[in-house]
């Protein structure tokens, strides 16, 4: 998987998940009929400072999981794929103490992720913002981005996600909703309606303080209205 940190600046760590492309594609259609059958679990465990609790379609399981210091990610795919060979990948990050950075918003966060997705594919991006609407009470922002074609599979590629970033307490964490498809030369069109209903099926998310003694499934948050 390609990983592009970012030390410590204005953005601790950014990972963009321009992640081991696989040679296959999924149709429109296909994902269309995987969202609509899709039940769901609650995902919920204490990340840094605070419980993260949201929705996780059953389909999906929990593949690459790490902790580096500040730095945290959480990958989850399709049962049956891989982080080396997936369609679609469900990500959470965090970042340990990055809300005390005042020179840090949602939106920058956003926008720096989509600059280094840029990078990587700089004829065949795009991007496009969804909303800055707050999440479970929390300064957010979310926006898609997407690359054409991807170096690292030589053009047979493209991926897209949407991504939110909402600021914690003391922490930052960003939720995204990868998928991968046909490539492209040129950027790919962005269906704003079609990435927010499936954003949908991830919340609700929410942010909760961590009870001293309680233990899974952290009740105190999974219950909260």
Avoid at 180 to 192: H, K, N, R, V, Y
Wanted: glycine share 6%; aromatic share 10%.
């Amino acid at each position: 998987m390609i990983k592009k940190i970012v030390s410590f600046g204005l953005l601790a760590f950014i990972t963009v998940s321009l992640s081991a492309f696989a040679q296959t594609d999924v149709s429109k259609e296909k994902l269309d009929e995987i969202l609509r059958n899709a039940k769901s679990y609650t995902n919920v465990s204490p990340v840094y400072g605070q419980i993260v609790a949201f929705s996780m379609p059953s389909n999906f399981k929990s593949a690459f999981e790490k902790t580096n210091g500040p730095n945290y990610i959480r990958e989850a795919v399709p049962s049956g794929e891989s982080v080396k060979s997936w369609t679609q990948m469900i990500t959470l990050t965090a970042v340990k103490g990055l809300s005390s950075n005042m020179n840090v918003t949602p939106q920058k966060f956003v926008e720096t992720f989509a600059g280094a997705y840029k990078r990587a594919c700089p004829e065949s991006f795009s991007v496009k913002a969804i909303s800055q609407a707050k999440i479970d009470g929390n300064d957010a922002f979310t926006a898609v981005v997407s690359c054409g074609t991807s170096p690292t599979s030589s053009g047979h590629t493209s991926e897209a996600m949407i991504i939110a970033a909402v600021k914690g307490m003391e922490d930052y964490y960003s939720l995204q909703w990868a998928i991968q498809g046909t490539a492209s030369s040129t950027a790919l069109e962005i269906d704003s309606t079609e990435w927010i209903d499936r954003f949908k099926l991830l919340m609700p998310f929410k942010l909760c303080k961590i009870v001293t003694g309680e233990t899974m499934p952290y009740p105190s948050c999974v219950e909260r209205k």
